[in-house]
């Protein structure tokens, strides 16, 4: 199966759990076969420099917006915490969280400085991030410029995160975006891992 299907199948996967929110907590993992990612490069929101995957680290990209009120906040909390919980070792490499933003409101002046745990934001640079997220089969729903004068008005997304290896492949799409899940996921990938969690 090609990458732009497999990327498809993943996105209707992700629409289901969109369609169907009840479903997400005992779903768990949404995809577990990986896939290639088209190399891409965005704009660092607090160096104002390219960023550009696959670099030869692991990554948790997730794509939100800085006034997002729910979904957003709460999965950096849960990344976070999985981040401080996470060993760091050859066998059982520690990621970097991505945090892509798919609103046009958005800018490197009111991205810079967010930073908590080391997440980096990013914003369109070379590629464009509907562009980013599109070739993963992540889809969202952007409201009409008008509406988008509102700095207020939200954005609908799917709460999911995807796993990203050193090479270039989505290893899996995670939602929800909770500890567990995420610990779950990457001892999956990194079976090492499972002995170096600290609680």
Known sequence: MSAVKQGLLAGALLGLLAAFPWYGPHLGMV?????????????????????????????????????????????????????????????????????????????????????VFGEVYLLDGEDRVIDVARNLGYNYRLPSASLLEDPLMQIDHADSVFLLDSKGFVTQVVSPVQVDTLRSAWQRIYPACATLYRE
């Open 31 to 115: 995809w577990q076969r990986p896939f290639a990612v088209e190399p891409f490069s965005l704009r660092n929101a607090e160096t104002g420099k390219s960023f550009r995957y696959p670099d030869g680290r692991p990554y948790l990209l997730y794509f939100g917006f800085q006034t997002c009120r729910l979904a957003c906040p709460i999965a950096l909390a849960e990344m976070g915490a999985f981040l401080r919980q996470a060993g760091d070792s050859p066998a059982c490499p520690l990621p970097v969280v991505l945090f892509a933003s798919i609103d046009p409101r958005d800018t490197q002046k009111s991205l810079r400085g967010k930073s």
